[in-house]
């Protein structure tokens, strides 16, 4: 079905969608990109999209992916229902326990080590070649009783994305998986190619919250119904190139992906509030977002605050794009103020929070690759 309906609407897109000519100076660095959903694609030159991103806007690069702007007109056509309730209390405490700082730590601080991990630069290359190495380590280490994969996902720019994937058990849903993601690159953003990036919060602090996740269930030897998914994308930094070369693919491919959840800076509190998720509103599905506070207010040990993030502010947007459930709690109401620059180390971090997103994606996986439908 996602396949016929992606087919319709990029059908009635090609029509609808002018694309801004290219201008012929310079033009091979120009990238088109989208800032709004109310203001039409415009070109921008390496040094304008800095300009945005040390502005705090979010964007999308869509100069590839031109033809599926507006994709999820129909997406509601699409999308299987949700439970409603909890139901897997007891499976969550067999496996909450196996969640341990030390394992986080463990690869966060060598993470942190790459001069950054900027996704047009060799280091961006070797942090991807390097996680990879540790993902496949953990499964070769692991219990056997978890079917386990992790492969490649490459793009037009150097650095890839990861794929690691727990089967299910149920064949019928082999094509409807749950997705956990974080993005693996770093930048910063007065000095992209050269300047130091450690990405401790932004993202490496999401980047080892889903590895955990999937560290816990494979020694668990946990078998879920639907398969598991966990994506650590390439190129978030550029404008969600990563996410939304594999969610266009999935989509092409007539993937159904159930549901994903988004881990994007996790280990800052903020000083407004005390610790607490800051569940995104904007830009995702608002039923799956209702389930995923339900989980947070169940399952995990601090407060709810909902809060907008605006257009392209992470990787769920782009499977939000595409036409499936997604959602996104980030770190705190508050911005941490040293993101995208030298200074978004380890001294930032803090672990405890961490393993509340990690209680928090953990039961996202749980309950939802339990449910059939």
């Known amino acids: 079905m996602v396949r016929l309906y992606s087919l319709v609407i990029l059908s009635l897109v090609a029509v609808a969608f002018a694309v801004p000519t290219v201008p012929a100076e ?9 800032t709004s959903v109310d203001k039409d694609p415009f070109w921008t030159t390496e040094k304008e999209r800095l300009d945005l991103i040390q502005k705090n806007v979010g964007f999308m ?17 699409q999308k299987k229902p949700l439970p409603t309730t909890v139901s897997q209390q007891s499976t969550f405490a067999r496996y909450v326990g196996k969640l341990k700082i030390e394992n986080m730590e463990s690869v966060l601080v060598p993470f942190t080590k790459f001069h950054n991990r900027y996704y047009e630069v060799q280091t961006g290359l070797a942090s991807a070649k390097w996680l990879q190495r540790r993902i496949s380590n953990i499964i070769s280490k692991t219990s056997k009783k978890s079917k386990a994969s992790v492969r490649r996902f490459k793009h037009s720019f150097i650095q890839f ?8 058990t149920d064949p019928h849903l082999k094509d409807a998986p749950i997705i956990l993601g974080a993005h693996l690159d770093s930048i910063n953003s007065n000095n992209p190619i050269h300047g130091r990036a450690p990405g401790a919060d932004d993202d490496g602090s999401g980047t080892v919250v889903i590895l955990e996740v999937f560290r816990a269930l494979l020694n668990g030897g946990f078998k879920p119904v639907r398969p598991i998914e966990f994506h650590w994308y390439a190129g978030e930094e550029g404008g969600l190139l990563g996410s939304q070369d594999i969610a266009e693919r999935y989509n092409r491919n007539g993937i159904e992906a159930y549901a994903m959840l988004q881990n ?4 800052y509190t903020g000083k407004k509030y005390p610790p607490h998720f800051a569940l995104v509103t904007d830009f995702v599905d608002p039923e799956l ?38 959602s996104f709690a980030i770190e705190a109401i508050d911005d941490n103020p040293l993101f995208h620059t030298a200074e978004d180390d380890l001294p930032l971090i803090d672990y405890n929070h961490m393993m509340q997103f990690a209680k928090l994606s953990l039961a996202f996986v749980i309950e939802l690759s339990s449910f059939s439908g």
Not at 61 to 70: G, L, V, Y
Request: net charge negative; hydrophobic share 35%.
């Open 61 to 77: 690069d869509i100069t590839d992916h031109q033809q599926a702007e507006n994709v999820n007109a129909l997406a509601v056509l």
């Open 26 to 34: 310079n033009s091979e660095s120009l990238r088109l990109i989208r």
């Open 289 to 326: 977002t209702a389930l995923i506070k339900l989980y947070a207010e169940t399952y995990a040990d601090i407060d709810v605050r909902e809060n907008e993030c605006g257009y392209g502010c992470s990787d769920h947007a782009s499977w939000t794009k595409y036409g499936y459930r997604a």
């Open 264 to 267: 994007d800076m996790t280990a």
């Open 161 to 168: 994305s990861i794929i690691a994937r727990i089967e299910g």
